[in-house]
Nanobody, 120 residues
Framework: QVQLEESGGGLVQPGGSLRLSCAASGSFFSIDSMGWYRQAPGKERELVGRAFSGEVTNYADSVKGRFTISRDNAKNMVYLRMNSLKPEDTAVYYC??????????????WGQGTQVTVSS
């Protein structure tokens, strides 16, 4: 009942910038949070950042100061602005959301992911 769609991934040079977008659609009661995770080859999926209600956002230490999450609540969208990109940022980036469907319990949902490659 909830679908997430990421866009904006691609190839970028070190030091460059990129913005990812994620749109949530479907029948849901409310959104508790929206955020981003990433997974590099051979590594565990890790938190990039998550935006909660009340303008509270947390980031992984590895991206703090370089990445910024913003939300457009009216459009049910979340963005990830990535600056000063490093080769270590290369990964598949996943959008996630925690929502209540039909007033039921809050649960998490995931998009299919978008590839970000940082290379010269």
């Amino acid at each position: 009942q909830v679908q997430l769609e990421e866009s904006g991934g691609g190839l970028v040079q070190p030091g460059g910038s990129l913005r990812l977008s994620c749109a949530a659609s479907g029948s849901f009661f409310s959104i508790d949070s929206m955020g981003w995770y990433r997974q590099a080859p051979g590594k565990e999926r890790e938190l990039v950042g998550r935006a909660f209600s009340g303008e509270v956002t947390n980031y992984a230490d590895s991206v703090k100061g370089r990445f910024t999450i913003s939300r457009d609540n009216a459009k049910n969208m979340v963005y990830l602005r990535m600056n000063s990109l490093k080769p270590e940022d290369t990964a598949v980036y996943y959008c996630s959301t925690v929502v209540s469907v039909g007033g039921g319990p809050y649960r998490d949902y995931w998009g299919q992911g978008t590839q970000v490659t940082v290379s010269s």
